[in-house]
């Protein structure tokens, strides 16, 4: 347990203080997430950054209420956005989306119906119990909101991997293309 505490939040870095840990995904912790194989084998050359997440303190224990922050950076690998790994919670638990900065995309997967939730500055995303969600960036800034979710609800990435996510988000040129989910060939 921690006392009751102010967090603050680094606009520019997407950093927390107090800070807890800071996870942070390059190309190369994505294999077998986009659907283009040899766009993403391309992009390890550079092996850039996708996203960070930053937390505060709060630790992930029943009753307690962890909050992150999640910036993802503006790209596409195969014209496929920028996106999180994705999850399901271990424990049937909801969680809270606030959109902070940039364009994103919430992909939600029940195992039936994708669902689609665009976030911007101030939008609130809710992700109900037994949904799968993964993020996309959809713009050509950074896309940053944070997470509110209960300390015992685990992250399950073993769903998304068997299951996929229902759709895949591509660049359009009218905007985000939805497309039904494939497995990355090969
Ligand atoms: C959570 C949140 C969120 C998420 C990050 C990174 O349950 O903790 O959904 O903080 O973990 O946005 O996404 P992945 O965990 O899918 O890599
Ligand atoms: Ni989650």
């Known amino acids: 347990p921690v006392p009751p505490m102010h967090v603050g939040f680094d606009d520019r870095s997407g950093g927390m203080s107090p800070s807890g840990p800071v996870l942070v995904r390059r190309m190369s912790d994505l294999r077998g997430l986009y659907a283009d194989q040899a766009a993403w084998t391309a992009a390890l050359e550079s092996d850039d950054v996708v996203y ?4 505060s303190p709060v630790p992930e224990l029943e009753g307690e209420l962890p909050q992150s922050i999640t910036t993802i950076l503006p790209g596409r690998v195969g014209g496929e956005f920028h996106m999180t790994k994705g999850h399901m919670h271990t424990r049937p638990r909801g969680e809270i989306y606030l959109g902070l900065s940039g364009l994103g995309g919430l ?7 994708p669902q689609w939730i665009e976030m911007r500055p101030g939008s609130i995303g809710y992700i109900p119990p ?39 988000v591509f660049h359009g040129s009218g905007g985000p293309e939805l497309r039904p989910f494939t497995f990355p060939a090969g």
Not at 52 to 55: G, K, T
Not at 107 to 113: C, I, N, Q
Request: glycine residues 14%; hydrophobic residues 35%.
């Open 52 to 55: 960070e997440v930053a937390s």
């Open 107 to 113: 992909l939600l997967f029940d195992g039936e119906r």
């Open 130 to 168: 037994h949904w799968a969600h993964r993020s996309v960036n959809v713009g050509d800034e950074p896309y940053r909101f944070l997470a509110v979710y209960p300390g015992d609800s685990g992250h399950d990435y073993g769903w998304v991997a068997e299951h996929g996510m229902g759709h895949r």
